[in-house]
């Protein structure tokens, strides 16, 4: 199975300011037709996880445009621009290239100072 | 719009049987390949199984290998997951999720084994 290590496990930030989250795989993840299926979701407390970011930079409907994705082979990050409130939550990449099994990060824990 | 739905989870005792169901609808539910996750606090999101649009590749964490079966009903546009020999250490909401990529996810049901 394919290996994603995220990190900082937990980010603490200041409201508004910019948060940034790094995920590694341990292949690349460059599929056989140029796509790199690499994901991000949002998980809040008591709510359903909501996806993000697929195809590492293309934001799903309705994500606020604070929130983008960048990246190539086995190196991403997403990055909010502003954090508010409201983003506080524990976010996850995973990957859906080498499939199956789509592989979860460990998730960072994104809080408020 | 997509909707996936889950039912079927309960309290149960270790050892006993569950079976979670994931009734979706908006969508073509044959052209996709659907997923079980689930979250416990201690482990956050786990990949439990995974089943292709046609079923013919299959796949399971190794946690729940030999315990847990995944299939899919494409005439009723529902997927199943009955797990047997159920731990405590199963206890966590079960989500289904579409796709590999999984684009859309289910409310949870939630499984307590105690």
């Known amino acids: 199975d394919v290996v994603m290590t995220q990190y900082p496990l937990s980010l603490p930030v200041t409201l508004g300011q910019p948060a940034s989250i790094s995920c590694r795989s341990n292949q690349s993840l460059v599929y056989s037709d140029g796509n790199t299926y690499l994901n991000w979701f949002q998980l809040r407390p008591g709510q359903t996880p909501r996806r993000l970011i697929s195809k590492v930079s293309n934001r799903d409907s309705g994500v606020p445009d604070r929130f983008s994705g960048s990246g190539s082979g086995t190196d991403f990050t997403l990055k909010i621009s502003r954090v508010e409130a409201e983003d506080v939550a524990i976010y996850y990449c995973t990957q859906g290239t080498h499939w199956p099994p789509g592989t979860f990060g460990q998730g960072t824990m994104l809080g408020i100072k | 719009q997509v909707q996936l739905v889950e039912s079927g989870g309960g309290v149960v005792q270790p050892g006993e049987s569950l079976r979670l169901s994931c009734a979706a609808s908006g969508y073509i539910f044959e052209n996709y390949a659907m997923q079980w996750v689930r979250q416990t606090p201690g482990k956050g999101l786990e990949r439990v199984a995974a089943?292709?649009?046609?079923?013919?590749?299959?796949h399971y964490a190794d946690s729940v290998k030999g315990r847990f079966t995944i299939s899919r009903d494409n005439s009723k546009n529902t997927l199943h997951l009955q797990m047997n020999s159920l731990r405590p250490d199963d206890t966590a909401l079960y989500f289904c999720a579409r796709d590999s990529n999984f684009d859309f996810w289910g409310q949870g049901t939630l499984v307590t084994v105690s």
């Open positions: 089943i292709s649009y046609d079923e013919n590749t299959i």
